[in-house]
């Protein structure tokens, strides 16, 4: 919902198939590297503790990302209008 709320709406159908193909294959990756490193290590405590610590920093670069949430919608709202005016102003 973030994501659509930040994009026009001719981008978000795009935007949102990206996001969730990327989201796919990092889940398939992130799957595959635990149990390599799992083997590797012999202790899956490691590569879940591995795990958790990209799961932190993507968490984190969310909260960074959230700061500029309100400009971004903004920023939409005020594109969208001026659409919408211009649209208006050509029907008249």
Known sequence: SVLADVNLPEQRAIILSIII??????????IALVGLLSDITNNLRIAIILSMTFLMISGAIWILVGKHYEN??????????????????KNK
Not at 21 to 28: K, N, T, V, Y
Not at 72 to 89: G, P, Q
Request: net charge positive; aromatic share 8%.
């Open 21 to 30: 193909i990327c989201e796919l294959f990092s889940r398939s990756l992130g």
């Open 72 to 89: 971004d919608i903004l920023r939409m709202k005020e594109i969208l209008r001026n659409r919408s005016l211009s649209t208006f102003h």
